[in-house]
Every structure is written in C-alpha cells, then in structure tokens.
C-alpha cells in the first residue's frame, strides 16, 4: 500500500466521517498531509507527486469524507495558496490551514479600473510608515470580496520607474479597517464581484509577499497558477456544460432539429478533445514535464462553455425566452453550470475575460510559446508616473 | 491511458523523421529496413510486436513530410484486415509477407469509405494504395477475396491529392481467393484502424503547417517589422496553436484505444471528426498567411493542403463521423428522423 494510503486510512479510523465534525475532519486532513500532496510536510502536503491528490480524493469520496467545497475557495486554493507557499514566511505560511479547509476566504485584489489586461499598470498605492504599509485606491472586478477574510493584493510601491519594476504584493486582511467592499451587480442579476476601496489601510510589513518591487514577479506566481488550476482538474467524459446542454438535449425530443443535431455533436467531439486534453495536461505535468498547454485549456473552455450555452438557449427556443430570477443577490460560490440556461449563458460570457482574456492568452500563446516577436511597446521604458493614463 | 509520448515513441519519431528527411533514395525500402511499417503487428507474424500507438507515431511523421508511401493503405489498413482473418492460412501467409516487407496489399475499397462500401465485383473508384500494391484485397459478397494485381484492370485517375495517387479497380473476370472468416467485419476493422490513424496524420500535416508558418511569420518583414508582430496574424496562430493542442490528445487517445480495444469506436470518431477540420484549417492558415509564395506550386505548401482536404474526405468525413457517434453517446437525432450511421457497416451492393 502507498504511503498516501496509509495516511488515508489511518486519517479514517481517527476520525470516522460519519460522526466526525465536518471542520475537525478537514483540520485533521490537513495535517495528516492529504490536503494537496504536493505541498510541503507540516504545510498540509507529503511533498508527494501531484498525481497522487487524485487517489487521495478518490478514497477520501468513497468514505463518504467531506470536501473543502473547492469551489467556494478558488481564489485561495488556485492562486493564494500557491504564491504563499513559494514566497510566504513561516507566519505566512500558518494562512495556509485555515485557507485549505474554507474557514477563511480569500479574494484577489489585483484589478483596478485603469488597470485590467495591463495590471502592471495599476496605481493602488503603498506608502511605508514605520513597521506597517498604508494602502489607498480602488480595486475592482473583485470576487468574494464579500465573503472574503484575506485578500492578495497588489500595489505600487515607487512610482518614478518604469511600471513592472514599482509593484509590490502584500496579503490584506479585509476587516482591516479603511477596506469598504460594495457589490458590483452582474448581467446575470447578481453580484459575484465588487469594487473595493481601500482608504489608509494599514498592512503590517511582516503580510508583504516576497521582496519590495518584486511584486510582479510575484504576482505572475499567482497569474500563472491561475491558468494551472483551470485545467487541472479531472473530470469525466461528458461533466460540465456539455452535460447539462446534452440532458437538455435529451429531454426534447420534440425541439430537434437536423441542423442542431450535428451543432451538438461537433460541440460534444469539442468538449471531449477539451476533456483529452486536459487528461494529457495533467499527465505531463505529473511526469515532472509541465507544457504551456494550459493556456490552450483556458482559451477553449471560454470557447466552449459559451458555444455550448449558447446553444441550449437557442435550443429551449420559447422557454429560452425566460429567465428563472433577475433578483440581486450575494452568491457564496460561483457555479458556471447551475440555475437555468439563460443564466449560464449570460454567466459563460465572462470566462474569456475573468483571469485574464482570450486576447491577452492569444499574445501569450504566440510570444511566449511560438517565439513570435512582441507588438511595439510605448511604456516599457517609461517611469510609471509618466505614462499616459 | 497514457497520452503522452514515451521515450521509445520519441526516439522512433527522430529516426522516422531523419529517414523522411533524406531524398536520396526510394523511402518505402528504407521504412521497411527500421521496421516501420510493420510495428503493431505481432512478432510472431513477423512484425515488430509494438503497438497502434507506435504506428500512429509513424504516421505523424508521414503526415509532416507528407510522404507517398503506401503506410496507411497497406501497413495499417490491409494489415488490419488481414490480422481479422489471421485464421485462414492464406490471410495468415500475406500478412508475413507484408510484415517482411516483401509485398505491399491494398483494400479495394474508396478511400472515401466510412460505413458502407460498394461490392468488389464491378468496378471500384477511387482506390488508394491500388497502384502499387502487390495484391488486392477485395470485399465480394461478404468474403474477402485476394487477387493479384496483374489480374486486375487497375487504372490511374488524376487524384486531388497526387501524394496519395488514386486509381479505380476492376477485378471482373480475375481469378479471386476467398478468404474464410467475416469479410465485412475485416473490412470493418481496417476502415476503423485508418481512421484512428488517419487521425494522427492529420496532426502531423498541422504541425508542419503551423511550423512553417511561425517561421516564416518570423523571418518576413512588412512595414519594417516582422509579420510575426501584428496581432492579427499572432491570435490567428495561436488559435491554430490551440487547436492542435486539443487534436493531439485525441489522435493520441485513438491510438491508444486501437491498442486496448477500450473505448475504440468513440475516439476513433472523436478523433476523425475533430483532428481533419484541424489540419485543414491549419493548412489553409498557412496558405493565406504566406501570401503569393503560398499560392505558388514551387512552395511545398499545397501538398499539405492538398493531402489534409484529401484526408478530410477519407475514411469518413467528419460530418459522418459524427454521425456515428450520436447513437454511442446517446444523442439522438429529430423523432423520425435517420438518427445517424449505425455503428456496424451496412454494406452496400
Ligand atoms: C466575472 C469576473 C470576475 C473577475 N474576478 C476578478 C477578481 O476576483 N480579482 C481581480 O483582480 N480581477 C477580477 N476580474 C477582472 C479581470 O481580470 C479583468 O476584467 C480582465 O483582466 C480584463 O481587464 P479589463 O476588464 O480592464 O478589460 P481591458 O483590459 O480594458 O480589455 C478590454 C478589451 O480589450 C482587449 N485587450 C486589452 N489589452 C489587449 C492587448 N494588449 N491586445 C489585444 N487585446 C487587448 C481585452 O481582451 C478586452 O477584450 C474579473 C472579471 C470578471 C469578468
């Protein structure tokens, strides 16, 4: 038996999930190391091979164990996690616990309203006084802020050089005071996202991530974890979108139509390439052999999930013409697949743009992993100050 | 299921890759001489005990040089078919033979064939493999018979594709062998077989498309800058990019369901439907993003274009592919309507 074996059923008969409290069972997760294998010992991993994570969660399931509910904590998991653990100091790094089992949320406070596909650009500053930073600007797009306890966060440091050299990345705690979080409603009715304004914020030196004016650096820890996480999940032949649009499929018989038929099966052949694809992603990043092919996982997603929902609204034809609630509300999590199809079709818009947009992976894709030469650039040499805005 | 390259598979490519590189001499004989034309099929019928996942390899590289040689038709379709009928001493015999490298075999069938095919009695179009091929294989009545090639009335046709020359097949008035054993399920098999690797060729086609025009948007200059520069021309590669990156791993995963029979007739048809609209785009993107140069015969591109258009309609267009995968993925067409191909050929007379 494995060593992650072992641990799990060691874990199991400490701790039977049918009587255990759900919270003391992922505390004791963690540190028995099965939170995220790869992860150092004593920081809720066994240094083991990402490949293992997906055995772990497999017995773990099959106990009838409670999850993390990972989609309530993405930010934090897929982002957070990874940048506190490559940059974080051993105080930092005690986030990390609370983090993994969802006790505390975290949101990214990385754009600003001038400041989006070109973040290096943002103007949130950070003055230092004495022992702590002092934060004032405006953020925005920010999801979970609402539910948030902890934020990442970026902020220029020295505005007189150039823009990627005066950022610096810090760890904000959202009930500090001067943090005013206002939602932000959505096309689809709700307010996922917010705005945060952050007034004379006080950050204590010791909650900075890596050095001052690396921050960038850092934060491309974050960005590029970001696109990891969006292909890296296992998922079954026909999970996501596409299952929801072929049940919809499905129960209408009535509403076929030839044309549509072969729309769905070219979208279904495309979501299973997707699907072989990101199995392929994940075995070479297993073999140690990690490709930029998640960049190419995220770009068709968006393409994908938005052809595919879509389709279901043109599909459901006069109930496509509904909507199930236009009320406000404060999502916990959010969910690409759940409510009705207009609202997955409304909420699919935003895949090309939250975490970076198509054309921004586009430039990426082609400079970084073809070699093509970067377009003219007008503000690389240019203190940020000076740079039109 | 492994979808990535194994180290054999990647020493396999450099060597296949070197040999296709050198037009000094004639490339079947020296395909024959590193075995690779015969890698999936067992050793003790004289190949090289290796797998479709191998050949699939092969057949990339054969894609990217876009080489006439008779790899799909003989080594994998007849192949195929032969290997369904090993039982028959006779099957069992040819299948040595073009193991050994001696002879090359071909099914008479269109290369168009997905999930029916005309009866080999009358006169056969669009056969390829035919004009070099030692022996035919042809699906009279239910059987498959053997005819050699002298025997028959094969004749050239001007083929769109010229890499992968046509010719249609007479055989009337030849004297054929029955092979015993299903001949309707051999002929099954090695329409399966092809596609899955047709697949893999087709992804071979996109790599040297999109290779070659990353190069080339590198080195040409417009405007005092390269092509390479302007955002319209980049996002276009990087979609082509994109897109081969998801073909791969269906190509791949049809070679590994050819190898574990797991799974097979989905991805086989994933992979057909998905990874042909791939290299043709890829080759018609290169065409247009090379300007003049493309549009001329001297520039190797056509080839591609040519081979990839060819292949699109080969063993299946992906539309028919399609259809074969709604009743194994429970997707149903219109009430009352012909709700797609079924998943066994209807042979038809
Ligand atoms: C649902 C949702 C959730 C989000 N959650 C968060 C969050 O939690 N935290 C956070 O910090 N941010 C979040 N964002 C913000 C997101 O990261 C930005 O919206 C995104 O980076 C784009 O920035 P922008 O909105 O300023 O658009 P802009 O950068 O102004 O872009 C506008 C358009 O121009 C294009 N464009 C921009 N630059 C280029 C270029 N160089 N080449 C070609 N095209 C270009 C873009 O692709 C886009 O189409 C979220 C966004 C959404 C939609």
Redo the contacts between chains.
Sequence with gaps: MSQARELVAALLAAHDPATSERLEFLRARFDAGLAWVHFPVGLGGLGAARAVQQEVDEALAAAGAPDNNPRRIGIGLGMAAPTILAYGSAEQHRLLRPLWTGEEVWCQLFSEPGAGSDLAALATRARRDGDDWVVTGQKVWTSSAHNARWAILVARTDPDVPKHAGLTYFVCDMTAPGVDVRPLRQITGEAEFNEVFLTDVRIPDSYRLGEVGDGWRVAQTTLMNERVAIGGRAVAREAGMIGVVAETWRAHPDRRTAAAHDRLLALWVEAEALRLAGVRLRQQLAAGSPGPEGSAMKLGFAQLSQALSGFEVEFLAEDGLRYDDWTMRRPELVDFTGRGAGYRYLRAKGNSIEGGTSEVLRNIIAERVLGLPAEPRVDKDVPWKDLPR | ????YSDVETDLRASVADLLGDHSTDLWPRLVQVGAHALHVPEELGGQGASYRETAVVAEELGRFVSPVPFLTSAVMATAALTHLVDDPRARDLLQRLASGSATAALVVPLSSWDSWPDGSGLVQSVAGALTADVLLVPIEGRLHLVPSADATVTPVVSFDNSRPLADVDVSGSPTTALSGPGDAAVRAALVAGAGVLASEQVGIATWCLDTT?AH??DRHQFG??L????AL??R???L??SL??????A??AATALTTGDDTP?AVS?AQ??CSPVAVRAAEESLQLHGGIGMTWEHPLHHYLKRAKANEIALGT??RH??T??PL???????G?FSGAPPSPTVVP
């Design positions: 299921m492994n979808l990535l990353v948007l590198k800058r390269p390479g520069s302007f955002q980049k996002h590669v990087a979609d990019w994109q990156v998801l073909a791969r791993a269906t791949r995963h989905i994933v439907s998905f992906p539309a399609r259809a995968l709604a993925v429970d997707l149903p067409g219109p009430v309507a």
